[in-house]
């Protein structure tokens, strides 16, 4: 029996990782992309604000698949406030 050194992820997580990905990218690109579309302004307001909330709705179902630690990481390391500490920590821990 060969032994693997690493685990095996269940499939749910899998798709909880591939959800919370692509949940920033609805939120990066939508607001970049939608303005330039041949919309009127109300309806490109609207089509953002949609987009935006699915974005988030993709996120939590996500963040259940994957379980709550994990979400709770992948979060942490989106928010561009937590980006700066981390190289400070990865700064100290080297010098």
């Known amino acids: ?17 591939f959800l919370i990905i692509s949940s920033v990218l609805v939120w990066v690109i939508a607001p970049v992309l939608i ?4 919309l009127t302004n109300g309806m490109k ?25 994990a979400a709770k990481k992948i979060r ?4 561009p406030k937590n980006w700066r500490k981390n190289s400070d920590e990865k700064k100290e821990e080297r010098g």
């Open 1 to 17: 029996m060969q032994n693997n050194s690493r685990t095996q992820k269940p499939f749910t997580y899998k798709i909880g990782l």
């Open 76 to 79: 942490k390391s989106f928010n």
């Open 35 to 38: 303005p330039f579309l041949p």
């Open 45 to 69: 307001a609207i089509t953002i604000t949609t987009s935006l909330v699915i974005g988030e709705i993709i996120f939590w179902i996500g963040a259940v698949m994957v379980g709550k630690e």
